[in-house]
């Protein structure tokens, strides 16, 4: 009947607005999914920002420790081809740039000079700033010093010499600046664990950052002799192109998204000041120190040992090949200590790898004395080192101050570490023509053999282990 349907739809009406009213219990079946559906997209957007972040960090990370080692090793074969006629050395050969005996000293030291003012200054900008804008700042210093070295060095050999030395301590101050910030980008995020890791693949790209620069000098001596101003032409291709790697990291920080982070300077120089902190430095500084006067004291002296080995009477070619072997086995050497790392810890690896290299220093010295005619097992010798100090201590020393500092104070500790270690470097590469001027090859080995010795030790000693570093609070 209509009153029946009317008494239906009234109902119905009721119904409705009941629904209206009270909300679906936990928001409903659609609502919930709705949720869902929002939360699954925010994570899964959330997601990809972290995974590209953390590429982008890991991309600059791996340039800017790439362009570290091409700045420092291109030096020495660019240096062996200005001192060279027409690709070739020895006696009676008049070089094409004859170097001053100051350059002889100051050309190889100045580079570690500038690069502890880098690591102390922009280490300490790292955590005050920020990571990305110290990072802008100091490779638009490598990147001001390799050009300058490369296209304002003309005039006479004093001139050219002059320049260069002056234009490679602006490059080393850029360069030593990348050291702290390179691994303190490469270890943003994640516990100490992950950040060792992520640093230590970072840093992996020295390796062939060391190598390029004997690769790009073997396809310039490939050039026919009858180029115009050849030997110029080669040494400023070879220290211009040191800008490459430091633009790409300059690109990729000017486009990283987020402005200037400044951290409160007290907050900054409390955490600074924790004693725990300047305890754990003597081990991470002191071992970098005495690692890289053996390291550094022979490395930018190869072509001076690969000729004291081979004789004299070589090519530039041969010496550039014989580089570029050892720079190889240095890579394998780094690519093994990776696969070891999260094994025994950067501890481990330090005090181990100093101590062999220690025993092969000694094993070179005494052959050398003994049968310097044994090229072939000296160059081995030579090998040998290599690897073992890149296995080893080369990857440690960089990672120590990742594994035992924390975040807030990581760039500045890590940038003192870094500026003891070139301290190291510039007496290595003072020590090495005083020493084997006066005494001889063997000498030299046999100091190097000391000071690893005596970095084994302090590593055992004087580094927290990895538990110990994570109990000390950042402040006091």
């Known amino acids: 009947s209509s009153r029946d349907r009317a008494r239906a739809a009234a109902a119905m009406d009721n119904a409705d607005s009941y629904r209206k009213e009270v909300?679906?219990?936990?928001?409903?079946?659609?609502?919930?999914?709705?949720?869902?559906?929002?939360?699954?997209?925010?994570s899964s957007a959330s997601s990809t920002a972290i995974v590209g972040t953390s590429e982008r960090c890991n991309f600059v990370?791996?340039?800017?420790?790439?362009?570290?080692?091409?700045?420092?090793?291109?030096?020495?074969?660019?240096?062996?081809?200005?001192?060279?006629?027409?690709?070739?050395?020895?006696?009676?050969?008049?070089?094409?740039?004859?170097?001053?005996?100051?350059?002889?000293?100051?050309?190889?030291?100045?580079?570690?000079?500038?690069s502890v003012a880098g690591m102390l200054t922009m280490g300490f900008l790292g955590d005050f700033?920020?990571?990305?804008?110290?990072?802008?700042?100091?490779?638009?210093?490598?990147?001001?010093?390799?050009?300058?070295?490369?296209?304002?060095?003309?005039?006479s050999s004093e001139t050219v010499w002059t320049v260069i030395t002056a234009s490679?301590?602006?490059?080393?101050?850029?360069?030593?600046?990348?050291?702290?910030?390179?691994?303190?980008?490469?270890?943003?995020?994640?516990?100490a664990e992950e950040a060792v890791a992520k640093a230590g693949v970072a840093f992996f790209w020295q390796g062939p950052g060391s190598l390029a620069p004997y690769l790009f000098g073997l396809v310039l001596l490939a050039l026919p002799q009858t180029v115009?101003?050849?030997?110029?032409?080669?040494?400023?291709?070879l220290l211009g192109a040191g800008a490459l790697p430091a633009l790409v990291v300059l690109n990729a920080s000017l486009s990283e998204p987020g402005g200037v982070s400044v951290q409160r300077p007290w907050n900054l120089l409390e955490s600074i000041r924790n004693p725990a902190h300047w305890l754990a430095l003597i081990g991470t500084a002191g071992t970098w120190f005495l690692f890289d006067v053996a390291f550094y004291g022979t490395m930018v002296f190869i072509p001076t040992i690969l000729q004291s080995v081979f004789g004299a009477e070589q090519s530039?070619?041969?010496?550039?090949m014989r580089a570029t072997m050892m720079s190889v086995l240095g890579i394998f050497g780094m690519a093994l200590g990776l696969i070891i790392l999260p094994k025994v810890g950067p501890r481990a690896m330090n005090t181990w790898g100093l101590a062999l290299a220690s025993v092969t220093f000694g094993a070179f010295a005494s052959v050398y004395r003994r049968s310097p005619e044994q090229s072939v097992v000296l160059f081995s010798f030579l090998c040998a080192l290599f690897f073992l100090l890149n296995m080893g201590p080369q990857i440690a020393t960089y990672l120590l101050p990742v594994e035992v500092f924390p975040p807030e104070v990581r760039s500045t500790f890590h940038g003192l570490s870094?500026?003891?270690a070139k301290v190291g470097a510039v007496v290595g590469a003072l020590l090495f023509p005083i020493i084997s001027d006066r005494f001889g090859v063997p000498a030299v080995m046999l100091t190097q053999a000391a000071f690893c010795a005596t970095g084994a030790l302090l590593s055992h000693v004087a580094v927290p282990s990895a538990a110990a570093a994570r109990s000390v609070p950042a402040k006091r």
């Open 168 to 191: 490679r301590f602006v490059l080393g101050v850029g360069v030593g600046g990348n050291y702290p910030l390179s691994a303190a980008k490469a270890s943003q995020g994640g516990g």
């Open 316 to 320: 530039l070619r041969d010496l550039a």
């Open 129 to 155: 700033l920020g990571i990305k804008q110290a990072l802008v700042l100091t490779n638009l210093l490598t990147v001001l010093g390799a050009m300058s070295s490369a296209l304002l060095s003309w005039g």
């Open 61 to 114: 990370a791996a340039c800017g420790n790439f362009s570290i080692q091409y700045n420092y090793a291109c030096a020495s074969i660019a240096t062996a081809i200005m001192l060279s006629h027409n690709g070739f050395t020895g006696d009676g050969l008049q070089p094409d740039f004859p170097q001053p005996n100051w350059a002889k000293t100051c050309l190889f030291s100045v580079v570690f000079i500038g």
């Open 228 to 237: 115009p101003g050849l030997t110029s032409l080669q040494f400023r291709m």
């Open 23 to 42: 909300p679906p219990l936990y928001g409903g079946v659609d609502s919930t999914a709705s949720t869902v559906s929002g939360s699954i997209k925010s």
């Open 418 to 420: 870094a500026a003891a």
